[in-house]
């Protein structure tokens, strides 16, 4: 068993290096001047007395941008919408172009010789704007008489995506006994890694080369993206970074800010640097979720689930980030049906451009939207016909015999044991014993209430074509891998090296994993979609195999026995039935470069699933709602590493309980300004937050992939949105609350109680 992961000594002794932690001779530093307004056409931007002011090298907008030959970030989708509708993409340049569209919108970069005079220099730039009308939700975008926030989009809308059986549902619903309906509304949330975004941008003019030091979760992807943008292929472009901040999907894509620094450096022939604050992350990261669901459940007499459909609407903000198209169509309906046994489904997406942030992924990256729309809806069907809710699913889950098993949306889910999961959560959560919990709090004057999800999602099939991996012996005997998705926070330091450890038999710690460095040229797939083990860490996987298989000839030779005669086992390659070996390492030694390997492969989504249930307990005095209880219990297949498997759920299922309990981004519906820019008015979730969490594994492994592993980074997520939520408005409708949206916060849920004791 380990005692830690083998990142952890570094990061816990200050040894970490961030991105702000990088520097270059000769660097500069830049500031961002923002937009402080929704909506509004540049009229012109003086930056004269910046210019003047001491320390200043230059101040750049989006015409200078344009005149540079820069590209608009790319957004894509390789689907169509609705009667073959096509994605609409406005485009986004690298900073505002003739109009400014969301309270944050970067307008200029304004680059001194310290941070601080780049940023008294901001403040002398005069923007003249035009205000226009501002629109900041979707329900508003769509509406007739709305202002338009792209011309290029219409009625604010990109996309009218739809998918699964139409004509197949509505006649599922033609015959139900009853139909029953639920609007949901996921809220809006920032993902805030611990560390604001950064860079430190240079141009080599000599070799045409561009390199980035960026918050990334993979230098493949953020280079092709680059690649789009500057118009020079990805070999020209470096990516680099070791430790990132955290990720949790924002740092997946390429943002603006990054191009106009590398923009300035080129102008400049100065590295440039910039270290963004946490208002900025408030502001200008991509936010996430904010999705309306209008979702209808069809019954049969016996109360199985026969059809069901939604009607979506999500934010897209006001530029499309590069996958927020992907995330918001595809990333929700590849579990559209979820673990129901019902080919009667379908979804209908339209994506609306407002005037705030850019919405893209965040943990979850889309099943969260659609385990939370159809959880919430099944729970609340069984509380309409008065059922037990977990005997109510267990009716209508596909049985353990029916896989490979093809939803209506096209997805075939590989393999499962829903029953099996459904058990196992309900034992741990002693679910028949909840009366008498309930009774018991009632007494010491507390609503108890429980909800539970029975959710399944897909792990990223990845973007690239392959996932390419490198391992090369260094002199001291040490082997370094090569890989491309960037670990910041998963511990893959850790699990490849126990994976490669494993297959060759040498000790993880003489193995280390790099992700992202001036040598990196691997193409692959980035950090996302919770694939890096089961896709990336397979390709380690085979890649070890294929380097013992190299090294029988080598340790023939060495040997000198026949290639026949000799075994490979606990890291030593031996002449069958004698003692005489040599280990691999001493092999590589003798053979510089010889037993290096590179290698490629590619394995697509697996369908980890899981049962969680959640018992919360509100303070009907105050409104204060806590998590009493959680129980997850959940398929990830073969798990490699448990302690890491179990931080990685509870990390996600807490980042669940905090969207559900606390977290709110609100824009001002007059101004479009954001009105939660801080720490003051966003209220992070803390770590005692999912008090009595217990995990419970119940793995059937997948054929899909050689390590049988289905992805976990964002099964925690997936499974306590609905959860929690369910628990809490099982809570409040006790008290006669009908209606209730997260967040679940104490002056909300004080108010829904007063309001409900009032009626009544
Ligand atoms: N693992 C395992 N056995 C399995 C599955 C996974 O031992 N059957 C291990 C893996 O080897 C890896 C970790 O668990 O060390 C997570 O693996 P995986 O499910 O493959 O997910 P990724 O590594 O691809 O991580 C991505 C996922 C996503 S998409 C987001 S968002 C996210 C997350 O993970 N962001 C995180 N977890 C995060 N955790 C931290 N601390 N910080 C973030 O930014």
Known sequence: MLKGRLEDDRMLTGRGRYVSDWHLPGEAHACFLRSDRAHAEILSVDASAALRAPGVLGVFTGQDIAAGGFKSLPAALPVKGRGGMELINPGRPALAQGRVRFAGDAVAIVIAETALAAQDAAELVSVEYRDLPAVVSAAQAVASDAPRVHDAAPGNIVLDYESGDEARTRAAFDSAARVVKLTVDLSRVVANP???????????????????????????????????????????????AEEVGGGFGVRFNLYPEYCAALFAAKQLGRPVKWTGTRSEVFLADEQARCVTSNGELALDANGRIIGMRFDMLANLGAYLAPTGPFINTLGIVNCLSGVYDVQAAYARIRLALTNTAPMAAYRGAGRPVMSYALERLVEHAAHELGADPAEFRRKSLIPKNAFPYRIAAGFEYDSGDFPGVLDKGLAAADWSGFPARRAEAARRGRLRGRGMSTFIEATGAGFAPQDQVEMRWNPDGTLTLYAPTHSHGQGHETTYAQVVGGALGVPMESIRLRTAGPEFYLVGNATGGSRSLLAVGSVL?????????????????????????IEFGNGRFRIKGTDRSISIRELAGRHPGELDMAYANKFGATFPNGCHIAEIEIEPQTGETEIVSYVACDDAGNIINHQIVEGQVQGGVTQGAGQALSELAVYDRDTGQLLTGSFMDYAMPRAGLVSGLKLVAHPVPTKLNPLGAKGVGEAGVTGSLPAVMNAVVDALQQAGVKDFEMPATPLRVWNALRQAASRS
């Open 541 to 565: 996987l085979l890649a070890a195999q294929e380097m013992v298989k190299k090294g029988m000839a080598l340790a023939a030779d060495a040997l000198e026995a026949a290639r026949a005669d």
């Open 194 to 240: 611990m560390e604001p975004r950064a860079c430190l941008a240079a141009y080599d003019a000599q070799g045409g080369m561009y390199h980035l030091y960026a918050c990334t979760q993979g230098a493949g992807t953020m280079r092709n993206q680059l690649s789009a943008v500057l118009g020079v292929p990805p070999e020209k472009i470096r990516v680099i």
